[in-house]
């Protein structure tokens, strides 16, 4: 047996190995694509490598059964590969990286509900990053004198199959924003920048990522490039803690990055971000799986650590597709599926999940939360509040069951928590509500430029970040635009179809009526006003038909990742921008 394990082992190393080199050479390619600037091959590529890990795992499944063959579901033999995996992987940064794919495979293998130590790796009270000591490889630039010589310093470091366009003046503007940002810091205001050597990609950009040094602090440092028709500039420079957590948010594609290992970027982007989970780095970072080992070792440390606490309701309406609940002291929410929806809803559980499918493959535009699929958890019947329990025993039957004291759910998804916007409105000032309804204006817009119609606009359906950013979460009638019919409401032929309770026209499930949005939202008058002026041109149906016909031919929207103000010289608006 142990000669056996040991071949296993390595050949499941070498496998994960396999995926990472061609993961690599996916990722590889993202330099081409911005200095080409081949923006559908960069979202071609994004889908290509979200879609390599269950690949590889396909192929090294394949294989396993074939050699192991009946005895594939041998514990005691998986138990002894674990062990001969350990050894194999024990001096690798990665390592965790690869324990993750082990334990994918012993979970298709044995279809294993909860944890099972005995054949998986666990480890519940590590942190991933803990043995790291390998610093990530970096530029450093001492700052003597002149700011901007080190900034021309910088982009001379990293070169491009592109000419930098005006770099004199690029770096000049990051000195002059510098001075204007740093006032209160010391006379030397910056004595050190490091930058990693790695460049990251992302959409049309590419971004510098580091950290500035002052004589007795540091700040984050971002610079972020634009291919133009006259060669790359600096578009921004973010130096906000809030704009760099914004870049690495939840609410966006992960990014291209060349790196040769990912936990020490990890670490070093901790020091940047230090409230921000280890599982969301990991996971904008293009390793999802890991995110969502990382993610699920997190919370249940956490749910060990408050074992008196119960699961219940997350705030906001009950939906009539997806049950959500939430544990009070941790930032995320468990979203399960019904058995049945109620009337008008008419979407399918498999159509429901092809709409969250269609956003882990898209350009989240910064408006859409990132959910991750887990299959059988197991938790304690006893942590759920009695009356969560018996509407999830009830309405979701076919994804949850009771196993003696525990309850195991065969199928959920799990996102970030956000504040529901119908009920931030009424929780917070004047000022800030209409600033908000603004926002949610504007993510419409965001999403409809890239190519999502969130199908349903009601303000339950989409909630408020932390940096008090509109983001949509409800994905059971989500659409993408150019698939939707949009027209105006017909007018009615007399006085019996004006007083028809309910539509006297037909409907077909493509309709979509801009005219009608407003009318639901329940906002007051004040804030409808505020919605309607500043961005009334999303209710009339020829804004819609205009974007449609973009779309269709081909053209790009971007929506940036920072605000503005931190743009060193913005250029014309976008019109699609309102």
Avoid at 149 to 166: C, D, K, N, T
Wanted: proline share 4%; hydrophobic share 40%.
């Amino acid at each position: 047996m142990q000669v056996l394990s040991q071949g296993v082992a390595a050949k499941i190393r070498d496998g994960f190995a396999d995926y990472h080199a061609r993961f690599a050479a996916i990722t590889r390619r993202a330099k081409r694509r911005f200095e080409t600037r081949d923006a559908a091959g960069m979202r071609a590529d994004l889908i290509e490598r979200i879609e390599l890990y269950d690949v590889c795992v396909g192929q090294m499944q394949r294989w396993l059964e074939h050699v192991l063959g009946e005895h594939s579901q041998d514990g005691l033999l998986w138990s002894s590969i674990r062990d001969a995996y350990a050894q194999a992987v024990a001096d690798l940064l990665d390592q965790e990286l690869y324990k993750t794919f082990y334990n994918t495979l012993t979970r298709r293998f044995f279809r294993t509900q909860g944890v099972d130590p005995a054949i998986e790796f666990v480890a519940l009270d590590i942190e991933p990053t803990d043995h790291i000591t390998h610093p990530v490889a970096r530029h450093s630039y001492a700052v003597q004198g002149d700011l901007a010589a080190v900034f021309e310093r910088v982009l001379q470091g990293y070169r491009f199959a592109v000419p930098w366009a005006h770099p004199e003046r690029c770096a000049e503007a990051m000195a002059r924003a510098v001075r204007e940002r740093f006032t209160h810091w010391s006379a030397t205001q910056f004595v050190q920048i490091e930058l990693l050597e790695t460049v990251f990609y992302r959409e049309q950009r590419a971004y510098l990522v580091g950290r500035a040094f002052g004589e007795y602090r540091h700040t984050p440092l971002a610079l972020a490039l634009e291919n133009g028709p006259e060669g790359i500039v600096v578009d921004a420079l973010l130096t906000d803690r809030d704009h760099i957590a914004q870049l690495f948010g939840y609410t966006r594609s992960h990014f291209f990055a060349d790196l040769p290992t990912v936990g020490d970027a990890v670490v070093f982007l901790r020091s940047l971000l230090p409230h921000k989970p280890v599982d969301e780095l990991y996971t904008v970072l293009g390793r999802a799986k890991q995110g969502k080992t990382e993610r699920y070792r997190a919370f249940f440390r956490h749910l060990t650590q408050h074992p008196d606490e119960q699961f219940v309701h997350a705030d906001g309406e009950r939906g009539m597709v997806m049950l959500v609940f939430t544990l009070p002291s941790w930032p995320l929410v468990f979203k399960l599926i019904r058995d049945r929806f109620a009337y008008p809803k008419e979407t399918a559980r498999e159509e429901v999940m092809a709409k969250y499918r269609i956003v882990s493959h898209h350009d989240r535009a910064g408006r859409l939360v990132d959910a991750q699929e887990f299959r059988f958890l197991r938790f304690a019947r006893r942590q759920f509040a009695p009356e969560l329990l018996e509407e999830l025993l009830s309405s979701c039957a076919g994804s949850v069951r009771v196993e003696g004291e525990d309850l195991v759910i065969a199928h959920c998804y799990l996102e970030r928590r956000l504040r529901p916007l119908n009920l931030y409105l009424k929780e917070v000032s004047r000022e800030d509500a209409l600033r908000a309804v603004i926002d949610y204006g504007q993510a419409i817009r965001d999403l409809a430029r890239s190519d999502i119609f969130p199908g349903d606009l009601l303000l339950k359906n989409f909630g408020v970040t932390r940096n008090h950013r509109a983001i949509f979460y409800d994905y059971d009638e989500l659409a993408l635009v150019r698939d939707c019919c949009f027209k105006r409401l017909p007018q009615a032929r007399n006085d019996e179809d004006e007083m028809r309770h309910g539509a006297w026209y037909y409907v077909d499930p493509a309709d979509v009526f801009p005219e009608e949005f407003p009318r639901f939202l329940g906002l007051s008058p004040e804030q409808h006003e505020t919605l309607v002026r500043v961005h009334g041109d999303i209710f009339d149906v020829a804004w819609w038909h205009a974007l449609q016909e973009s779309l269709r031919r081909g053209d790009t929207y971007e929506v940036m990742p920072y605000p503005d103000a931190v743009r060193l010289n913005p250029g014309e608006r976008d019109p699609a921008a309102g």
